[in-house]
């Protein structure tokens, strides 16, 4: 039960994997989670990626490839993960599948969160305000989008073309609607038994 949480910056990834890893008992693995953990511990890999991370860049496919994939070796992992965060470029999706293929895995569902820009931005401007989160101005969130269009949309349709079961999310409305409408989404694709 491989799920992938896809969408654009301040789409919800987080706060609905959040919200459903405890309801369908799957862990919630977020690459940003992980990467902000490594630059809040002052690591020599949190001060390598910090700089590229507040200016809304993507970290190397390399290196996130590595990182997923260790993480994707530990015990919690093997009943299933919600992935928030990666893949993020066609050449992570192909590196996951080969990796999840090697144990007769593969990703059951994509949930493809749909966010109009201008409440993407506004979302992110206003956790800015609270939580100063360093990539969550203005024209980080400009370069999260550029890099958004340019190198992550592309994944939907490397998995429309592998046949993955897409379910797309309105993902405006309240947080507890959208977590609705993901219990729905699990329901049809049905990899996930209803709580
Ligand atoms: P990452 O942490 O993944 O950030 P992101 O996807 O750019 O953006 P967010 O986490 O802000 O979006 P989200 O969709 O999770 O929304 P959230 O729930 O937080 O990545 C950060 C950086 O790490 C990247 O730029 C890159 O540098 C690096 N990185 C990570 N993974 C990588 C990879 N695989 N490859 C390369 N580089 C990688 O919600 C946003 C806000 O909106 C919150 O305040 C929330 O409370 C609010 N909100 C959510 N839902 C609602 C709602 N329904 N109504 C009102 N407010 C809402
Ligand atoms: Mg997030």
């Known amino acids: 039960m491989i799920t992938v949480l896809f969408g654009p910056p301040g789409s919800g990834k987080g706060t609905q994997a959040m919200a459903v890893a405890g309801r369908f008992g799957l862990p919630h693995v977020s690459t940003g989670e992980m990467l902000r953990a490594e630059v809040e511990q002052d690591s020599e890999l949190g001060r390598e990626v910090a700089p590229i991370m507040s200016s809304g860049r993507l970290i190397s496919d390399e290196l996130m490839i590595r990182v997923i994939e260790s993480r994707l070796?530990?015990?919690?992992?093997?009943?299933?993960?919600?992935?928030?965060?990666?893949?993020?470029?066609?050449?992570?999706?192909?590196?996951?599948?080969?990796?999840?293929?090697?144990?007769?895995?593969?990703?059951?569902?994509?949930?493809?969160?749909?966010?109009?820009?201008?409440?993407?931005?506004?979302?992110?401007?206003?956790?800015?305000?609270?939580?100063?989160?360093?990539?969550?101005?203005?024209?980080?969130?400009?370069?999260?989008?550029?890099?958004?269009?340019?190198?992550?949309?592309?994944?939907?349709?490397h998995y429309a073309a592998e046949g993955t079961h897409i379910e797309q999310i309105q993902g405006e409305g309240t947080i507890s609607e959208v977590t609705e409408r993901i219990a729905d989404a699990f329901n049809r694709s049905r990899v996930v038994p209803a709580s």
């Open 73 to 157: 070796q530990r015990a919690d992992a093997a009943q299933g993960v919600l992935l928030d965060g990666f893949p993020r470029t066609v050449p992570q999706a192909q590196a996951l599948d080969a990796m999840l293929k090697r144990g007769t895995r593969q990703v059951d569902l994509v949930l493809a969160f749909v966010v109009a820009e201008d409440v993407l931005r506004a979302r992110i401007l206003r956790r800015g305000e609270i939580e100063h989160r360093a990539d969550d101005t203005a024209d980080a969130f400009a370069q999260r989008m550029t890099q958004y269009h340019e190198e992550t949309a592309p994944v939907l349709e």
